[in-house]
């Protein structure tokens, strides 16, 4: 019996939840944080601090933690549970520097020669660095990062110079010190796909390509969101290209990693643009995307305990994990007003069970009253599965149209192309 703790409690983590309870092996899963879709035997034992979660995979004497978010990683959630003796699923903190600075990403980017855009990297602090951002700024056709976390929300793609000052201005205002460095980087143009690697410290192992829907609206219009759909694998990227990719960018990050003394367990996951020069990379995540985790439980089909504690543990499984063949599709309904306000309370139809298809909840809460409600945000997350896309779409949109709940948003187009 394996006692797995899992960090976090939305979309993402309930994809995990959902797959982890159907591996053969047996598994005590414990959880942080409440999701009314948590599947059937699962304990919750809140756990918001990264001090609270420690404390709880010590005293339950957790044989594995599952981090799900990046907020945790950043503070040393993995440091922390790795010093305790319990393998971790997540990087240490000076590896999950690879999404908590983008200007570290930069600096590694060009240490083991992954393509990736020219970049300006500028500090408040110091005038003349400052003034070479300015200077880049005139120039247009610039995209503005803030070199911290920012929720998704730290990056402004700007055509002109006016823009590009603005953003420059306006970084330093909503996010403080996570904005107090800033990455300058030239506009790219092409479609953008996710690749996915399972690192054990040593090696890494491609997943299928996926595709996310950042804005909010139809035709990729509207304000970015943490994600309104996800699909995979994606055509432009078929397994052999996932593969060619993680050989030349993921191995040699985490190799670069291991030789500075912090080798990186967990997932890899890379954003890339394919330009006309080629794929280059926009960003690192050192974790599964939301809702592109949904899109890829849907199609694992393999113990994923096994594959979890192996990169965990520093010894990932030989070859790679199975994943059944098709495709999957994930629409997430978002509450109105999303992602500006947050609309909450609507009752929510109770998810008829319809084979191929699986709702992950996210923004739901069960009152005393038992009927389910929103709760503000991404709120559901409404999956298919189908021998090719267009079949998983079919099934995904099918069921959206029984469960949309009143002031639903959603995308139509998730996977469309
Ligand atoms: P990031 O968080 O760095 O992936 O940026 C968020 C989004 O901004 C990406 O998914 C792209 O749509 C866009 N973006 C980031 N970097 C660039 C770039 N150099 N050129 C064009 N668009 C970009
Ligand atoms: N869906 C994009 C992300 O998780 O960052």
Same mark, same amino acid.
């Given at each position: 019996?394996?006692?797995?703790?899992?960090?976090?409690?939305?979309?993402?983590? &309930?994809?995990?939840?959902?797959?982890? @309870?159907?591996?053969?092996?047996?598994?005590?899963?414990?959880?942080?944080?409440?999701?009314?879709?948590?599947?059937?035997?699962?304990?919750?034992?809140?756990?918001?601090?990264? @001090?609270? =979660?420690?404390?709880?995979? =010590?005293?339950?004497?957790?044989?594995?933690?599952?981090?799900?978010p990046e907020q945790?990683l950043a503070e040393?959630?993995?440091?922390?549970?790795?010093?305790?003796?319990?393998?971790?699923?997540?990087?240490?903190r &000076? @590896?999950a520097r690879l999404e908590s600075s983008k200007a570290f990403t930069?600096?590694?980017?060009?240490?083991?020669?992954?393509?990736?855009?020219?970049?300006?990297v500028a500090d408040r602090s110091?005038?003349?660095?400052?003034?070479?951002? #300015?200077?880049?700024?005139?120039?247009?056709?610039?995209?503005v990062k803030a070199d911290g976390l920012a929720q998704g929300k730290g990056v402004v793609?700007?055509?002109?110079?006016?823009?590009?000052?603005?953003a420059l201005e306006e970084m330093g205002r909503r996010f403080g010190d996570a904005a107090q460095r800033i990455v300058l980087?030239?506009? #790219?143009?092409?479609?953008?796909?996710?690749?996915?690697?399972?690192?054990?410290?040593?090696?890494?192992?491609?997943?299928?390509?996926?595709?996310?829907?950042?804005?909010? #609206?139809?035709?990729?219009?509207?304000?970015?969101?943490?994600?309104?759909? &996800?699909?995979?694998?994606?055509?432009?990227?078929?397994?052999?290209?996932?593969?060619?990719?993680?050989?030349?960018?993921?191995?040699?990050?985490?190799?670069?990693?291991?030789?500075?003394?912090?080798?990186?367990?967990?997932?890899?996951?890379?954003?890339?643009?394919?330009?006309?020069?080629?794929?280059?990379?926009?960003e690192?995540n050192?974790?599964?995307?939301?809702?592109?985790?949904?899109?890829?439980?849907?199609?694992?089909?393999?113990?994923?305990?096994?594959?979890?504690?192996?990169?965990?543990?520093?010894?990932?499984?030989?070859?790679?994990?199975?994943?059944?063949?098709?495709?999957?599709?994930?629409?997430?309904? @978002?509450?109105?007003?999303?992602?500006?306000?947050?609309?909450?309370?609507?009752?929510?139809?109770?998810?008829?069970?319809?084979?191929?298809?699986?709702?992950?909840?996210?923004?739901?809460?069960?009152?005393?009253?038992?009927?389910?409600?929103?709760?503000?945000?991404?709120?559901?997350?409404?999956?298919?599965?189908?021998?090719?896309?267009?079949?998983?779409?079919?099934?995904?949109?099918?069921?959206?149209?029984?469960?949309?709940?009143?002031?639903? =948003?959603?995308?139509?187009?998730?996977?469309?192309?």
């Open positions: 019996m394996s006692r797995v703790v899992l960090v976090g409690g939305g979309g993402r983590e &309930a994809a995990l939840a959902w797959r982890l @309870a159907q591996s053969p092996s047996s598994i005590e899963l414990l959880v942080t944080h409440p999701n009314p879709g948590w599947p059937e035997g699962v304990t919750l034992r809140s756990a918001s601090t990264v @001090a609270e =979660q420690v404390a709880l995979a =010590q005293s339950v004497q957790a044989d594995l933690v599952v981090v799900g945790p040393g959630l993995a440091d922390a549970i790795t010093e305790a003796g319990i393998p971790c699923f997540g990087p240490v &000076a @590896a930069k600096e590694i980017c060009a240490a083991v020669g992954v393509p990736t855009a020219r970049a300006v110091d005038p003349v660095s400052w003034e070479q951002a #300015l200077r880049r700024c005139e120039q247009g056709r610039v995209v793609v700007c055509q002109t110079a006016d823009e590009a000052r603005a980087e030239d506009l #790219l143009v092409g479609p953008e796909v996710s690749v996915f690697a399972l690192c054990d410290g040593a090696r890494a192992v491609a997943l299928p390509s996926a595709q996310d829907h950042k804005q909010l #609206l139809d035709g990729g219009k509207g304000p970015n969101t943490g994600g309104m759909g &996800a699909y995979a694998p994606c055509p432009l990227v078929d397994d052999e290209g996932a593969a060619r990719l993680v050989r030349e960018v993921h191995q040699p990050v985490i190799e670069e990693l291991a030789r500075r003394g912090s080798p990186f367990r967990g997932v890899l996951f890379a954003g890339f643009m394919l330009t006309e020069d080629g794929p280059q990379l926009l690192f050192v974790r599964f995307g939301d809702p592109e985790c949904q899109a890829l439980m849907a199609l694992w089909d393999d113990d994923l305990l096994t594959w979890l504690r192996g990169a965990a543990a520093g010894r990932l499984p030989d070859g790679s994990p199975r994943f059944r063949e098709g495709a999957s599709c994930c629409v997430v309904l @978002a509450s109105a007003g999303y992602p500006v306000t947050s609309d909450k309370g609507r009752p929510i139809p109770e998810p008829p069970d319809v084979p191929s298809v699986v709702a992950f909840h996210a923004g739901t809460t069960r009152g005393g009253d038992g009927v389910l409600r929103t709760n503000g945000g991404r709120v559901l997350g409404i999956t298919g599965v189908g021998g090719d896309l267009q079949e998983a779409r079919r099934h995904a949109y099918d069921a959206v149209a029984r469960w949309r709940f009143e002031g639903a =948003q959603f995308r139509t187009d998730v996977g469309a192309g």
